[in-house]
Nanobody
Framework: QVQLVESGGGSVQAGGSLRLSCASS????????MGWFRQAAGGDREFVMA????????LTGSSVRGRFTISKDNDKKIMYLQMNFLKPEDTGIYYC?????????????WGQGTQVTVSS
């Protein structure tokens, strides 16, 4: 079973930046479609960004477009989420996700999440 472990969360003031990392136990970054979701306290899970296994296709949620960037290092088995110009509404738990099969409609692998808090 592939394990996904997020890190890099923390507290930052509005306008600041954070970089989240997602380390995988296997070569998920080079074989699985992966991405990020987030969930604010009391809110629904929200899609943030995703990248195809080849890296050729990237999807971006409308609320983060132009501010967040997704990338990965297949050799290190790590996916990143660079978050710039952070806003208080970006606060939440950020989850790393992956699809273990291209036939799946939904992401079936989830990390434990990392907290991001943006203060105004």
């Amino acid at each position: 079973q592939v394990q996904l472990v997020e890190s890099g969360g923390g507290s930052v003031q509005a306008g600041g930046s954070l970089r989240l990392s997602c380390a995988s136990s296997e070569r998920a970054t080079s074989t699985y479609s992966m991405g990020w979701f987030r969930q604010a306290a009391g809110g629904d899970r929200e899609f943030v960004m995703a990248m195809s296994w080849s890296g050729s296709t990237t999807l971006t949620g409308s609320s983060v477009r132009g501010r967040f960037t997704i990338s990965k290092d297949n050799d290190k088995k790590i996916m990143y989420l660079q978050m710039n110009f952070l806003k208080p509404e970006d606060t939440g738990i950020y989850y790393c996700v992956a699809k273990s099969s291209p036939d799946l409609l939904d992401y079936d692998l989830w990390g434990q999440g990392t907290q991001v808090t943006v203060s105004s």
